[in-house]
Every structure is written in C-alpha cells, then in structure tokens.
C-alpha cells in the first residue's frame, strides 16, 4: 500500500496535473497529517482555556477585583475563556463550584476561607479539573492549589514612610477581620514605623465586613478623634475619612491613590498582583502539569506578586532620606536579605 506522500510525489510527476496544483495538493495533505497526528497536549495548548472565577463579593471589592484583573488580562490576550460568579454565599458556594466543573472548566479561582473542607471535596471529585483557591491551609491532594496576598514585604515599607510622616507618633489601623491574611499586614506595617519611630503608637479596629465602607469610615472617624494623624486603609471606607479630616492614609492591596478617590490623600499603597500566579498556573494546565501547590512565592515582591505603589503628589513630601530607604529596602528584600517577619497573631492597640 502506498503512502499518502509516495501518492503526492506521483503526482507531481503525472500528466495532465501541473506543478502549481501538485504543490497545492501536497502542501493541504502535509497540514492534514499534522492535523491527524498532533498529539492530544499540544492539541489542547492551541485551544483556549476555559477558566471560571467564583466570589463571594462583588468584582469592585478589591481582593477579588485583583483576581478579575488578572483573569481578564489573560483573556484579553487570548490565552483564555474566562466567564464568573459573583456574590456567590458561602451556603451555596460548593454547588457554583460542582457546576463549573460539570460544564467544563480547566481552571477554577476563587476563595475558600470559610469552606476549606468542603472545596476540597470537591477538587477530589473533580480531579481532572485544576483549581487554585485563596486559603488559609495548604495544598491539598493532586489539584487543589492555594494562595493568599503576601503583601507584607510592601506593608512594611509603608510603615517606614508613615512612622516617619507622623507628628502625633499616632496612628490608626482599619481592618475588616482579624484573620492571619490581615493580621501578618498589620504587624509588618507597625514593625516598620517603630523601625524608624520608636515612640509611634496605633490604634487598631475590625469592622466585622469585607466590603462595608460606611462602617470602615465611621471606625476610622472615631480614631481620628483620638488623636491619630496617619489612617492605614486596609478597608474601603477608611480614605474617605481622612480626606474629610485632612489627614494622609496609606491603602492596601490595590492603588487607593487612584481606584478610591485619594488624590493628596493617600501617599502609598502597598499593592497586590495576581498576574504572575495566574500567569503560572495557566502554563501549568496548559503543559498538563498542574499539581497542589502553594503559590506564596507568585505573590511576593521577588516574583512581582506584591509592590508598593508611586508617591504621586506626596513625592516631594516624603523626606529625601526616606525615599532613599525605601528604595535600599527593597532591593534588600528582593534579594533575600531582608526578611520581613511573619506575625498572624491578632494586633492590639497600644494607646
């Protein structure tokens, strides 16, 4: 039996079939062998993949907003089909997830803070599909990935500016829950005011919320009234409250300075990116490589996962010899050399 290319090189020699129209001929026959014989990885890394995102909030809070802006970059670059649930409750989050899976996503984002246990159930029932879950716990399994924002290493840097900026040496800190997530960013942000003032103190305070600005507003008005003159804004809110009481804050995890109105409010933020996590674990699905992993690493400043943001209008005001710190420190974390210290401990006031 002859082989389709023996068949083509007849062909090309047959009369009455011209050159043009064998050369045609053999060049459709070699790209419908590479059709058939492409091996099926590679024939599923030339198709988009098909990621879903799961929320318990809505896209405009700012932790999930940081996973939606990652994803619709990705998609926007053509790597994927990206579609999502928002305010999804906890009550009815396992059956969003099951639903995903059954219609067949590749990759599952989302958060499973208060349903570790559950989530995991379901990543084993569904082992074919990858999921990547901001969590308190580890990895779990074959395909049950977490991550959380590891913006710690910023949030020090912050505390360097603020404890330096400060004239009544006190400060206010406005949180949503007191959970390790939040925790580990306070304590750094304190450490790295008292590295350069010894004498500040702080006044913290938990809203009970993830997204209620009004209240985080009202927590961070009280705190002013007690003396503070700089407001760390964990929670949306809390800059509104220092525009109204002509104070300076320093955001967190997206850009306040830009997203929430804080135009000579806000001198920095310490800023969280989801780009290199998800940048990672696309290429691992793709390669058919997704395993459990903890993704800490993607959202830290050696990987690109975590910065802190311009001065804007504050970059004349912050002292020249600050900014010079600043700078020195975090190249110093980025290599390795500093290590900013991990404190999940809830953080007390101290005045």
Known sequence: MTSL????????????????????????????????????????????????????????????????????????????????????????????????????????????????????????????????????????????????NWIHEPCYLMGVVAGSMTKTNKIGMVGGHAIGEVNRLFHAFMEGARSVNPDVQFKVSFIGSWYDPPKAKEFALAQVESGVDVLYAERAGVVDAAREKGIIAFGNVNDMNKAENGTDVVVASALWHMEPAIGYALAQVKAGSFKAEDYKEWTMMKAGGASLSPFYEFDGKVPAETKAKIEALGQQIKAGELVVKINDDEPKSTF
């Open 5 to 148: 290319k023996e068949r083509i090189g007849h062909a090309v020699g047959k009369p009455g079939i011209c050159r043009r129209d064998a050369l045609k001929l053999a060049g459709l026959a070699v790209a419908a062998l590479a059709a058939f014989s492409l091996p099926g990885e590679a024939a599923r890394a030339q198709e988009k993949l098909k990621v879903v995102g799961i929320y318990t909030v809505p896209i405009q809070q700012k932790w999930v907003g940081t996973l939606h802006r990652a994803l619709t970059a990705a998609q926007a670059r053509g790597e994927i089909e990206y579609s999502y649930s928002e305010k999804v409750p906890n009550t009815d989050y396992v059956r969003v997830m099951r639903e995903y899976a059954e219609g067949g996503a590749d990759l599952v984002v989302g958060e499973a803070f208060g349903i570790s246990r559950e989530a995991r159930k379901v990543a084993d029932d569904y082992p074919k599909v990858a999921f990547l879950m901001g969590d308190p716990g580890g990895p779990h399994g074959s395909n049950f990935s977490v991550f959380d």
